[in-house]
Structures are given as C-alpha cells and as structure tokens.
C-alpha cells in the first residue's frame, strides 16, 4: 500500500466503496487497506463486483457470454465470495451499513462508474496489478479509468513489490 488518506479526508467520508475483484493478489492489497484504514466515520460500505459481459460472433449470429441464465446463477456464488471478502476488509467492530452488489456490463469500468453515481458514493477504493513501463503501456487499467472519470476520490492499493535481492 502507498501512503494513507489524509485524516481530514477520512473525517468528511461517509459512503465508500470497494471495487471488489476475484484475483487473490488483488485482494490482498485490500486486505491490508482495511487493517490500516480509519472506519469510525464510515456509515456504509458497498462491495462492488462486474462481470464482464462479451459478445462472442458465431456462424449465424452473435452469442453472449454469460448468458442471462448463467449470470443469475453465479449471483449466489458471486454474493458469497463479496461477503467472504468483505469480512476480510472491514473491522469486526464496523456497525455501518454494508451492501453487495454484481452486475454484469460489456465495460466493467462503466458498470462500476454508474453504481457510483447511483450510490452517490463519496470514495472507491480498488487495487491494481501495478503494470509500469513498457508492459503498462498499451493496456488501459481498471484503475487508471477510475482515475480518470470516477465521480468521486479514487484510492488505488498497489500489490507489495518484494526487493531484487
């Protein structure tokens, strides 16, 4: 994790979210966040996760994937792993409002970017797998369109970098 929030940042918060992903060393940044983080002016806390919805070109038409059946059955699945997640974000303390919430978008950027404006969310918190250079340069992020059309603060985590020994 680089740095923290100002103190008179986390002070005027008060509905943050979480970009949630399913990559385990993108969750372990959070994790850490979490453990680090000041919760006690945080009055709700909204996990978000997006499936990426694809269109798929077939002999005779297109196919969507997944399908509107089977997105509505990896919703349990998925609500359970946001939970399970969650309780490895948040303190065991947190007495604040939490939600969950998966939908399925063509841009999971824009689908996060919509619920934020839905939830008049004041903060999102996400991680990134940290790309520099040459292998960052033509891959547009996750987080560098939160950056950059969000409408709220953006805190990235980033994944510990071990030192060349």
Not at 80 to 99: D, R, T, V, W, Y
Not at 128 to 153: E, I, N, V
């Amino acid at each position: 994790m680089q740095g923290s929030l100002p103190t008179e940042v986390i002070m005027s918060l008060h509905k943050i979210a979480v970009a949630l992903p399913l990559e385990e060393k993108l969750l372990k940044p959070l994790y850490q966040w979490g453990e680090r983080f000041d919760w006690s002016e945080i009055h709700q806390v909204d996990f978000i996760h997006v499936v990426k919805k694809n269109l798929t070109p077939i002999e005779f038409g297109m196919i969507e994937m997944p399908d509107e059946k089977t997105f509505r059955e990896m919703i349990p699945t998925l609500e359970q792993h946001l939970k399970l997640e969650a309780e490895k974000i948040l303190p065991k303390a947190f007495k604040g409002k939490i939600n969950y919430h998966v939908s399925k978008e063509f841009s999971p950027e824009e689908g996060v970017i919509k619920s934020l404006k839905d939830f008049k969310t004041e903060l999102i918190v996400l991680s990134t797998r940290g790309k520099h250079g040459f292998q960052g340069l033509f891959h547009s992020s996750f987080a560098d369109k939160m950056l950059k059309y969000a409408p709220c603060d953006v805190y990235v985590v980033r994944p510990e970098t071990v030192a060349a020994n």
